[in-house]
């Protein structure tokens, strides 16, 4: 069964820093595209940054300059490194990971989401 485990979130300032984790387990051989979403309380769930495999990345207008995403396909991870964070970034932020291929060689299997990590910037 696959699994996405994420680590990394917290409580910082305005203007400081926190990195993201998201480890996917599970029989896995490869994942095309891995993602970050973000909810905020009483908001719709949005797309923050995503990468595929071949490293290809696209960024919402409000974290670029500020957010980087980054992966490691042997280690099935991904790492949202964010910078100069605002008091409006603050959500719940989402893994996910789309277009599974398993260890026999079958898929896409599925696409699949994280349980999510808070991040709160507030003084």
């Known amino acids: 069964q696959v699994q996405l485990v994420e680590s990394g979130g917290g409580l910082v300032q305005p203007g400081g820093s926190l990195r993201l984790s998201c480890a996917a387990s599970?029989?896995?051989?490869?994942?095309?595209?891995m993602t970050w979403y973000r909810q905020a309380p009483e908001k719709q769930r949005e797309l923050v940054a995503t990468i595929t495999s071949g490293g290809s990345t696209n960024y919402a207008d409000s974290v670029k300059g500020r957010f980087t995403i980054s992966r490691d396909n042997a280690e099935n991870t991904v790492y949202l490194q964010m910078n100069s964070l605002k008091p409006e970034d603050t959500a719940v932020y989402y893994c996910?990971?789309?277009?599974?291929?398993?260890?026999?060689?079958?898929?896409?299997?599925?696409?699949?989401w994280g349980q999510g990590t808070q991040v709160t910037v507030s003084s």
């Open positions: 599970g029989g896995i051989r490869s994942i095309y595209a």
């Open positions: 996910y990971a789309g277009g599974i291929i398993s260890n026999d060689g079958l898929g896409p299997i599925g696409d699949y």
